[in-house]
């Protein structure tokens, strides 16, 4: 379990931003998800920054995608942004 796993968030009029930092791994992913879950209610775009994230765990990653298509239907899909967006974002 990544311990040192955080989310920062900071929301704007049009706009959610959540900053992750520390090691992404499947208790993580999951932590993500109920964060996406929360601020969709508020139905505004939510974009994830990536920069801040050291580790990052195959497991975690296919955790995220995994249970994120699952309840992709219930809400909107977060746009990532950062240099490990590619690894941890939803890929059709």
Excluded: W
Aim: net charge positive; aromatic share 10%; charged share 25%.
């Amino acid at each position: 379990m990544a311990q040192n796993f955080k989310i920062h968030s900071r929301q704007t009029e049009n706009s959610i931003h959540l900053n992750l930092a520390g090691d992404f791994d499947g208790n993580s992913a999951c932590e993500l998800l109920h964060a996406i879950e929360q601020l969709n209610r508020k139905k505004i775009p939510i974009f994830i920054n990536t920069e801040g994230l050291h580790r990052i765990y195959d497991f975690g990653c296919e955790v995220f995608k995994k249970k994120l298509c699952l309840v992709n239907d219930r809400f909107d899909t977060p746009v990532f942004v950062g240099r490990h967006q590619a690894r941890i974002a939803f890929q059709n």
